[in-house]
């Protein structure tokens, strides 16, 4: 019986320990896609998210792989209701638009089908956000190959704080 309690325990404390990096996160309007298989945004369980000046935003993503994807790029989009109105702004990532630079499981591409690929996002929050922006981002990943199809896109509200 105790065996038993223990062993109900540590799978239950599995289970917990799994879903404590899962961020609640938001299908997509502006860009299309579905979500992946799991989205875990660093310091952040349940948008909005809230992201000091100076930090790097963190997502961990994993997500199935629908075919043989040899090139990638990811795609931030910020909306603001201003007024009712939507207003959606392409945030430049540089070099972290490279998807495949980032991958953690395989390390780089080519991703084969059947395979679930990790990739980890990292972008810093520079100053000229001003504190207490709010909007709505949209982080997806678009296969090169096919025409820019999203993967997978993900969305979820931000505040930004001052520096920590
Ligand atoms: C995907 O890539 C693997 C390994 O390179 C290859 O064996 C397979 O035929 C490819 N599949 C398709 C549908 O291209």
Redesign the pocket.
């Known amino acids: 019986m105790h065996e038993v309690f223990i062993v109900v325990f540590c799978v239950f404390a599995v289970v917990v320990e799994g879903w404590a990096h899962t961020t609640t996160v938001n299908r997509c309007i502006h860009s299309g896609g579905q979500p992946p298989l799991n989205a875990f945004v660093h310091g952040c369980t349940n948008p909005p998210c809230l992201l000091p000046q100076l930090d790097d935003l963190i997502v961990d993503v994993t997500f199935a792989t629908p ?2 994807i040899s090139e990638m790029t990811t795609l931030l989009t910020a909306s603001f209701n201003i007024g009712g109105m939507q207003l959606n702004v392409p945030v430049d990532l540089g070099q972290n638009a490279r998807t495949c630079n980032f991958l953690t499981l395989p390390p780089t591409c ?1 991703i ?2 059947g395979e679930n690929a990790q990739y980890r996002f990292k972008w810093r929050i520079e100053p000229f956000i001003a504190v207490g922006t709010q909007a709505n981002v949209e982080l997806s990943v678009v296969d090169n190959d096919r025409n820019n199809e999203v993967i997978w896109c993900i969305r979820l509200p931000i505040r930004i704080l001052p520096p920590e």
């Open positions: 075919r043989n080519p084969q089908s």
